[in-house]
């Protein structure tokens, strides 16, 4: 067996065992290194090699190779191929190269009855022209674009995941895959791009009985998105929680919370765990996130890693608050002490996977030796 | 899904009655999929 076959042998047993609730070998590291990152990391153009993707295998190769991680440590889902065919106004290359998301309203107030009624109607008829210019067209330019963006999402997307296999395979990484489906929790997805943040702070005052319609309505469509044809225990659906601490308790008991609860009981129920990024702080919500379905994972950015760890460390999988701030100001000695400290808290029983609070989007958001120091330290360090 | 943009192979189907036994069996599981990757790509827009 080949030492990278017995790596990943390895590694799948430590992953078996936390996600079984069994104390694993050592405490299992993620670290997830976005395309920017990558990209400047190697050296490469932002805009040139989020362009030209066969540059990727090799961008993602250099990080594999300096950042110690139990899983694929890189990832890129957002290519500005098919964004730019269609003319979209939500996601948008800045001159630097960066992909950039501006706040965008793609259902306006008066057809919240008409997404209530059919979202899937609505979704093509009145919000994707919204929010892709060249889809605002007539029918035939609409339909040779849409062909278009089509093809080149699965030539993106195809070629990324074929660059993450052999990756796999060379470094001996696990073959949990946290990001193997993707959907939102209804809520935000209503908010995010459909009403936009604004909108949706205002209507969640003004009219929440069509807020709660409508994130009861986009509910079918995120299960739907959220559950994949073969379901696996090492892979789970990302779900990025966004409005909830927005929200007053009252308003997300009663608009965020069902909907929600109830997406994450059908994922589970087919076979498929969420992980969850549960965005800004979540620690008011703590005992609404004890009643997911048991070994829920939950990564975290702020908030009180003691306090989590007592309420819902002894049911679900916990990761992050690791500060990714403190790997841009602080020492090798501090980030590496604040590593042992947050693994001193959860580590104790398992269920728990060491991530950062949040990805480093871009190459100066840290030091990179700090970052390669804390990364090696608790690879070599957190044995049970 | 009650839309006009999505069909399951049984709403395909009732649609084209020119399908016979044979051809269904072959084809349904292929022409599904790429319902749902149409699907899928349509929701990945607005994530």
Known sequence: MSDAMALAQERNQIFDDLFAGRIPKRVPVSVNLPIEFCIQYAGQDLADAQWNTEMLEEIFDKACQDFASDMLPVLAFRFPSFYKLLGAKNFVMSSSGFLQHPEVEGLAREDYDAFIASPFNCIMEKILPKLYTELDKDPVTKAMTLAKAFKAFHDEMGHAGMVYGKLIQKYGYTDVNLFAGFCEAPFDFVADQLRGFKGISIDVRRMPDKVEAAAEAATPLMIKMGVPPVPSKHASTFIPLHMAPYLREKDFAKLYWPTFKRLVEALAEAGYPSFLFAEQDWMRYLDYLEELPENTRIMFEYGDPKLAKEKIGKKHIISGFYPVSLLKTGTKQQCIDKAKELIDILAPGGKYLFNLDKSPVTLDSVNVENLQAVLEYVSTNANY | ?47
């Open chain 2, 1 to 47: 899904m009650n839309t006009n943009y999505y069909k399951t192979w049984e709403q395909y189907k009732a649609e084209h009655p020119e399908i016979d036994e044979k051809q269904e069996k072959a084809m349904a599981g292929k022409m599904q999929s790429y319902e749902e990757m149409m699907f899928s790509f349509i929701m990945f827009l607005l994530v």
